[in-house]
């Protein structure tokens, strides 16, 4: 998505809205269209997100053997441009390139239609943005969106139903630059050809980490289907306000074409309404590593990537197939996916478990591949899915010792499976280590979860160490910003010390009232707090004795909040918890 809103709009009469949906609408659907000619109902598919996440590594290998980005102009762009085009051809797809001309930085749009069907004047396009930013490789904004094409193009192309209306899907160059590529196409049409187009789906970030569940123009025919398929998962999407104006559909909308899509969200801010409906934090931005370098494929709800995935194939279906009510189905994932356990102790992880499509349905755990002495159970053992579990893993005094993959299965009308890595050490001893993860920042916000901006490399704020650090604070307003990470302790060690370094500067004057606050927290429960009082010059150590968390997967999390005037800075660096 780019930065610069446009805020002029263009109203569309109820003449060129999509005749009403022919589809089936799950039984859960808020809304229900009114009655149309009968069309035979072929069942939507289920879009493979393991696929899905198969793009995504491939345009996450583009940038990173093309100087880390996908901007238009760049290798990187033309290279995601080849791999697209690749694919559809081998599927079958008709595929033009047009070079836009007008754009800032010359590159093609890919523009492919399924040959063959429904006449050349009843057209349904998908469309997304396949170029990225100079900042990072640009995998949720928006190779999520070229890739929940992309899988749906390839998975009608190897269903090849019967068209009732010829489907079109693109991938546009410059649309960081101003929507420069799809306005070129629209702006290449006839008035005929424009008027051939019954409706524009734009897709764009739609896999964001901390994000919420939009649709463009929501309350619209054109998007009844979209609609419908995420009120079927109770979703309640709501409309995309931040995406007004933004992305591709506003060129078509300019030219008079019905348009609508899905997005989940870029830098606003999820209010605690949102949070409260779909999960994530409130207060912080859906997307942390919108426009930044940490935009990589470790940047994806996988979630929300299948639940658009699936959305996208409903429409297709419901608007150019005839429909068909979405099957039940879940995901599974283990987090962390990995920890250790000392002979004679126990560690545990979070088994998450969500619909994907359909209606919520009973999913049953399980557990294989671990070894002699070592038992995984689950609390509960059952889960209806969106619900979780704890999974136990307990290595006895014999237990062998070792790395080992356990599969966690969950069964209900589908199966689904995750792995955990467990290693088993020792003869009842300590596995020791240090076990927080880049804890330095140097690796950006991987393996954190931070509020937007708070990993950053400013030279504003020194770091203590290399150049990134985390800087909670430093507006000078009402703001609360938080930093954490699931740290899997180890048991049976005699020492455990959590240490960081951190620096505190303000321009509060007093030197007895606390304005401004930095909470630091594990499991819950505060370790210390800090404030505006605590002032000094350059960083010190703080350090901690950890061992009340011994054995348990617990989240160390800092949170700073600032009052409404004069800014007090919370910078931390070099966050460390070492077992010996």
């Not at 309350?219 to 931040?242: H, I, Q």
């Not at 940047?299 to 068909?324: E, K």
């Not at 467990?422 to 880049?438: R, W």
């Amino acid at each position: 998505m780019r930065r610069t809103t446009v805020t002029a709009g263009l109203a569309l009469t109820a003449a060129l809205a999509l005749t009403t949906s022919t589809a089936t609408l799950p039984a859960t659907a808020a809304e229900a269209p009114a009655a149309a000619p009968a069309v035979a109902a072929l069942a939507a598919p289920d879009i493979s997100v393991t696929n899905v996440q198969a793009h995504l590594s491939q345009f996450q290998s583009i940038a990173t053997s093309n100087g880390g980005n996908r901007r238009s102009g760049s290798a990187g762009y033309t290279a995601s441009v080849n791999y697209v085009k690749s694919k559809l051809q081998a599927a079958g797809y008709t595929v033009t390139e047009q070079t836009c001309t007008s754009c800032t930085y010359s590159g093609n749009n890919v523009i492919a239609e399924w040959p063959g069907g429904a006449p050349a004047d009843q057209v349904i396009m998908f469309g997304a943005h396949l170029d990225g930013v100079s900042a990072g490789p640009g995998i949720n904004d928006n190779a999520s969106g070229s890739s929940v094409l992309l899988e749906n193009a390839l998975v009608l192309a190897q269903q090849n139903p019967s068209l009732t209306k010829r489907v079109r899907f693109a991938w546009w160059n410059g649309e960081e630059q101003g929507l420069q590529g799809s306005k070129f196409y629209v702006n290449s049409l006839s008035a005929t050809q424009k008027g051939y187009i019954k409706g524009y789906y734009n897709f764009d970030m739609v896999a964001s980490t901390n994000g919420g569940y939009f649709i463009n123009r929501v309350t619209s025919t054109t998007a009844a289907p979209l609609k419908a398929y995420w009120d079927s998962l109770g979703l309640s999407p709501e409309e995309n306000v931040e995406g007004q104006g933004r992305s591709d559909d506003y060129s078509f909308q300019q030219a008079g074409i019905p348009t609508s899509g899905y997005a989940m969200g870029a830098s606003a801010t999820k209010s605690s309404a949102q949070a409260a409906k779909w999960g994530g934090t409130a207060g912080s931005s859906y997307d942390p590593c919108y426009h930044r370098a940490c935009d990589t494929t470790s940047n994806i709800n996988a979630t929300g990537l299948n639940r658009s995935a699936d959305g996208v194939a409903y429409a297709i279906w419901d608007q150019a197939v005839g429909g068909g009510t979405p099957t039940n189905d879940f995901s599974l994932a283990v987090s962390p996916t990995s920890g250790s356990v000392a002979r004679g102790a126990s560690t545990t992880a979070t088994v998450s478990t969500a619909t994907t499509s359909g209606s919520a349905q009973s999913v049953a755990l399980s557990a294989a591949g671990a070894p002699s002495g070592v038992t995984v159970s689950f609390s509960p053992s059952s889960v209806t899915s969106g619900g979780s579990s704890t999974m136990t893993i307990t290595a006895s005094a014999s237990a062998a010792t070792g790395t080992y993959a356990i599969t966690v299965t969950g069964t209900g009308s589908a199966t689904r499976t995750a792995t955990y890595s467990v290693t088993v050490t020792g003869t009842g001893g300590c596995a020791g280590g240090q076990v927080v993860g880049n804890s330095g920042f140097e690796s950006g916000a991987t393996v954190w979860t931070a509020s937007s901006g708070v990993i950053t490399n400013s030279a504003s704020q020194a770091a203590h160490t290399g150049s990134y650090k985390a800087w909670l604070g430093g507006y000078g307003s009402s703001r609360t910003e938080t930093l954490s990470q699931s740290l899997a302790v180890p048991a049976g060690c005699a020492t455990y010390t959590l240490s960081f370094w951190l620096h505190i500067d303000t321009a509060e004057t007093t030197s007895t009232r606390q304005y401004d606050k930095l909470t630091v927290s594990v499991g819950g429960t505060t370790l210390a707090t800090y404030s505006n009082l605590d002032k000094a010059t350059g960083y010190t150590q703080r350090t901690f004795d950890a061992a009340a968390y011994a054995g348990r997967t617990v989240t160390l999390t800092f949170t700073g909040v600032e009052d409404a005037s004069l800014q007090t800075s919370f910078v931390v660096d070099d966050v460390t918890l070492t077992a010996s």
